[in-house]
């Protein structure tokens, strides 16, 4: 069976070093390149972009089924949630775990859409670890030529 009462004191040591991390990003925010970019607020991490028609969205999921990731909108966020299975063995008498870096565990991750993004019009793929999403944008909202009698 796996022992998970004992954490050596290198896991106490790596978990305060990741508050310290995100104390630090807290309380320094003006050395952020954007007001939504957090590097390390969770998992997955995502890159959020525009083009003309669209809003990207990739999540680095590595590891996961895609039938385990939800999707949703609603109200203009965007939701992006599922669940990362441990890949300790289990079951084992005296296994002992000294480090647990990856992420495992129920997680969620919210993005605030723009107004010219159209909710009805989503796509979403999984492909080697990186969900995209793709929020067209309003018809109303893209640039146009406008002809000139």
Known sequence: ??????????????ELSRLQNVLDQVFRPLE?????????????????????E????MAMAPGLDPAALQVTVDRGLLVIAGERRSELPEG??????????RFAGP???????????????IEASYR????RITVAKRESSRPRRIEVN
Request: glycine share 10%; no cysteine.
């Open 128 to 131: 080697d670890g990186v969900l």
């Open 32 to 52: 952020r390149s954007s007001i939504r970019a957090l590097p390390g607020a969770g998992f997955p991490v995502i890159n959020v972009g525009t083009t003309p």
């Open 107 to 121: 997680f969620r991750r919210v993005v605030g859409l723009p107004e010219d993004a159209d909710p009805s019009r």
């Open 54 to 57: 669209s809003i990207e969205v």
């Open 1 to 14: 069976m796996l022992n998970t009462s004992f954490r050596p004191a290198a896991d106490v040591f790596g």
């Open 92 to 101: 084992r008498e005296g296994t002992s775990v000294y480090a647990r870096e």
